[in-house]
C-alpha cells in the first residue's frame, strides 16, 4: 500500500497517496468532514462502491440504490443527494448523506466532484 508523502504544513492538502482508491478515501474523508455528512460514496453506474466514507454498510446501501435515486425511480431516501460524475469516457455516481440541506451536500460534494476527476483520470 502506498504511503502519503510529507507535505509542507502550508499546503491545502495534508495526505496525498499515488494508489487512486487511497487518494479517493482521503478526497471524500475530508468531503465527509468539511460537510459534516454521514457518508460519501463513489459507486459505478451499477450500483457497486469504488470508496466511500462513512460506515461501511451506509455506503453499499447508498451505492447500491444510487442509480435508482438518480433517475428518479426510487423515492425516500432523505437528506441524500447523488451526482453523475464524467470521468473519461466513463461516468460515476457521487453520493452524499447527512448535512442539513441539500445546497450543502451539493455544495460539498461540487467540491468533491473535481477532486475525483482528478484522480480518476489520472489513474
Known amino acids: 500500500m502506498s504511503q502519503p508523502s510529507q507535505v ?6 495534508r495526505r496525498r497517496s499515488e494508489d487512486p482508491l487511497v487518494a479517493l478515501h482521503y478526497q471524500l474523508s475530508e468531503t465527509r ?6 457518508t460519501v460514496v463513489v459507486a459505478d453506474g451499477s450500483g457497486v462502491v469504488v470508496a466511500g ?5 451506509a455506503c ?3 451505492a447500491a440504490f ?3 435515486i438518480l433517475d428518479g425511480s426510487v423515492r425516500g431516501f432523505d437528506r441524500v443527494t447523488v451526482r453523475s460524475v464524467k470521468v473519461g469516457g466513463d461516468r460515476v455516481l457521487l ?9 450543502a451536500r ?9 477532486g475525483i476527476s482528478r484522480i480518476l483520470q489520472a489513474a
Open 33 to 38: 468532514r468539511r460537510g459534516a455528512l454521514d
Open 53 to 57: 466514507a462513512g460506515s461501511w454498510a
Open 60 to 62: 453499499e446501501e447508498l
Open 8 to 13: 509542507p504544513d502550508s499546503e491545502r492538502r
Open 95 to 103: 453520493c452524499a448523506r447527512g448535512a442539513d440541506t441539500a445546497q
Open 66 to 68: 444510487a442509480p435508482l
Open 106 to 114: 451539493e455544495h460539498a460534494i461540487s467540491h468533491a466532484a473535481q
